[in-house]
């Protein structure tokens, strides 16, 4: 059963943008921590940005400046705004929520950055 719903990926030339999308319920949105991960080919699942249920925000050194993550609580949803995108950032983008001992995950959303 999935838990939370990415949507956003896609196709774009570098300097561009996407904004993508975690759609999830109000229980699991609830979750002390609300972020975004990216696995690229042959490499290990990093975090991108993470955003604590208080608003208090986390970047990975490479995206600062250009990632930003949000969430919206009327909609139990955390997006992240990607700008100056990278040929680098081409990765699956998998959205995380975790509390406690709970820890539920999505199934990704593809983002792939032509130069």
């Known amino acids: 059963q999935v838990q939370l719903v990415e949507s956003g990926g896609g196709l774009v030339q570098a300097g561009g943008s996407l904004r993508l999308s975690c759609a999830t319920s109000?229980?699991?949105?609830?979750?002390?921590?609300m972020g975004w991960y990216r696995q690229a080919p042959g490499k290990e699942r990093e975090l991108v940005a993470d955003?604590?249920?208080?608003?208090?925000?986390n970047y990975a050194d490479s995206v600062k400046g250009r990632f930003t993550i949000s969430r919206d609580n009327a909609k139990n949803t955390v997006y992240l705004q990607m700008n100056s995108l990278k040929p680098e950032d081409t990765a699956w983008y998998y959205c995380?929520?975790?509390?406690?001992?709970?820890?539920?995950w999505g199934q990704g959303t593809q983002v792939t950055v032509s130069s």
């Open positions: 995380n929520a975790r509390g406690g001992r709970f820890e539920f």
């Open positions: 955003i604590t249920s208080g608003g208090n925000t």
């Open positions: 109000k229980i699991i949105f609830s979750l002390n921590v």
